[in-house]
């Protein structure tokens, strides 16, 4: 399978652990993205890589949440001190970057619950 | 702010309808719009991609429209099959990003009843 793959799938963590999460994009695709997703709701953007620089952040992304794509490939997630309202999915997500191909593939998902 | 509205929130059809759902944007200088669909506790697969000078995409029964001037773009499913159902999200991107960062509608939730 050559689709984005995201591991774990799930992950259930007591409240004030720590958690990271790993994203494998599709091979050829030089950006890489991270959403987080609550029932009901669609997903709304954390973070966007453009091979290793990360280019823009939001405002959802507070000082407990750090992403990397150290060599423009993979990247982690990693939620530190997790509270109960980060329980959601986080979703990658990955495209070419280029302007005519820019269709967004993403993973399937890591699941979060936080007790 | 860019904010997406779909509407309905959830519709329930038999199987051989042809069915349109809704999306509306506030903000029309858009890169894209793209509509994808979820099917429940998995990820998301894009179905169809418009470029902001685009008017409309075709993919078998499914064929997406744009009128950027006023914000709204439908999604017209035809001779709906029960493995439509689905949850179907419609999302715009920024012209700054080059299409990334996106902001998602809250979806419709769409029931085809065999």
């Known amino acids: 399978d050559t689709g984005v793959s995201q591991d774990p799938r799930h992950k259930i963590t007591k409240r004030g652990q720590n958690v990271t999460f790993r994203c494998d994009p599709i091979s050829e695709h030089n950006r890489l993205y991270w959403y987080r997703q609550t029932l009901g709701q669609g997903p709304e953007f954390l973070t966007y890589?453009?091979?290793?620089?990360?280019?823009?952040k939001s405002r959802l992304l507070s000082d407990r949440f750090s992403a990397e794509r150290p060599k423009g490939s993979f990247s982690t997630l990693e939620i530190q001190r997790t509270e109960q309202g980060d329980s959601a999915m986080y979703l990658c997500a990955s495209s070419p970057g280029t302007a005519r191909k820019n269709t967004i593939y993403f993973g399937e998902g890591s699941w979060l619950t936080v007790v | 702010k860019q904010e997406v509205t779909q509407i309905p929130a959830a519709l329930s059809v038999p199987e051989g309808e042809n069915l349109v759902l809704n999306c509306s944007f506030t903000?029309?200088?858009?890169?894209?719009l793209q509509w994808f669909r979820q099917d429940p506790g998995k990820g998301l697969t894009s179905l169809l991609l418009?470029?902001?000078?685009?008017r409309e995409q075709t993919s078998g029964r499914l064929n997406a429209s744009l009128d950027k001037s006023s914000g709204r773009s439908t999604l017209y499913i035809a001779a709906s099959q029960p493995g439509d159902s689905a949850t179907y999200l419609c999302?715009?991107?920024?012209?700054?990003?080059?299409?990334?960062?996106?902001?998602f509608g809250e979806g419709t939730q769409l029931t085809v009843n065999p």
């Open positions: 903000d029309s200088a858009i890169y894209n």
């Open positions: 999302a715009v991107s920024p012209p700054e990003t080059s299409g990334s960062r996106l902001t």
């Open positions: 418009i470029q902001s000078s685009q």
């Open positions: 890589f453009q091979n290793e620089a990360q280019l823009e």
